[in-house]
């Protein structure tokens, strides 16, 4: 059975940083592209980055560029999402979820098989 289960979440001052990680398990780690997403209060879910398995690139969304980073450990099966310069605006709950698939308009989506973890909070005060 897939699992995703994501850690590191907690309350952070603006300007703080967080590291989320994301362990997988059930399925072949390096096969897929593996991408965090958020969904803040009242609002739908966003994509925030996704690291490509077909080219090796990794994707990060506009509002995140040059503060968060993608980065993966395959021997833990673990990526993480190193978070700097955390904003108000950041806050949010953060989902790991396969598969992730970039698009040209700066949005992140998933297509199956639709694995999601459970999520971690993120709260950021001012």
């Known amino acids: 059975e897939a699992r995703l289960v994501e850690s590191g979440g907690g309350l952070v001052q603006a300007g703080g940083s967080l590291r989320l990680s994301c362990a997988a398990s059930g399925f072949t780690f390096d096969e897929y592209s593996i991408g965090w997403f958020r969904q803040a209060p009242g609002q739908g879910r966003e994509g925030v980055s996704c690291?490509?398995?077909?080219?090796?690139?990794?994707y990060y969304v506009d509002a995140v560029k040059g503060r968060f980073t993608m980065s993966s450990d395959s021997a833990k099966n673990t990526v993480y999402l190193q978070m700097n310069s955390l904003e108000p605006e950041d806050t949010a709950v953060y989902y790991c979820?396969?598969?992730?698939?970039?698009?040209?308009?700066?949005?992140?989506?998933?297509?199956?098989?639709?694995?999601w973890g459970q999520g971690t909070q993120v709260t950021v005060s001012s």
């Open positions: 690291a490509s398995s077909k080219n090796g690139n990794t």
């Open positions: 979820a396969v598969e992730c698939v970039p698009l040209a308009d700066d949005m992140i989506v998933v297509v199956p098989p639709h694995y």
